[in-house]
């Protein structure tokens, strides 16, 4: 099996995550530059099998895109070109820094660490993308 990839996109700073091969367990895997984002990812799909690359979506509560979405629908085009054979979803994350935030209180970060703004990215892309496994888990129960 390939892995399936989440990408939390930010003007600055982009978290990743991913799956283990057999797709059961998300992980954070990095967060890296913005602007390093797509050399990052061409890299990784050389190494690794990767079936799809999941691209959070970030949306206001009457659910209109956010602002950041200007720079996000261009750089889903771009991963659309350059990865042909890889499924490229989008999946709502909003309140996912949030949750971020606070699963790190949770599992017991001390506030230093908690405020390293790269940790919440990559937890925020993991919640994109344990979200978008229970979807697909909960879709292929039903049918």
Not at 80 to 107: C, H, L, N, V
């Amino acid at each position: 099996m390939a892995r399936i990839m989440a990408i939390d996109y930010g003007s600055k700073r982009v978290g990743i995550a991913v799956t283990d091969p057999n797709q059961i367990i998300a992980n954070g895997l990095t967060t890296i530059h913005a602007k390093n984002t797509l050399q990052f990812l061409k890299e990784y799909v050389v190494n690794e099998k990767v079936s799809c690359i999941v691209v959070g979506e970030p949306k206001r509560m009457n659910n209109d895109p956010s602002e950041i979405e200007k720079q996000i629908a261009p750089f889903v085009r771009e991963l659309r070109k350059m990865f042909p054979g890889i499924t490229i979803e989008r999946m709502d994350e909003r309140f996912t820094s949030k949750i971020a935030f606070q699963t790190m209180i949770d599992g017991g970060l001390k506030k230093k660490a908690r405020r390293n703004k790269e940790i919440v990215d990559m937890v925020s892309a993991t919640l994109i993308l344990q979200t978008y496994m229970e979807l697909m888990n909960n879709k292929s129960l039903s049918t």
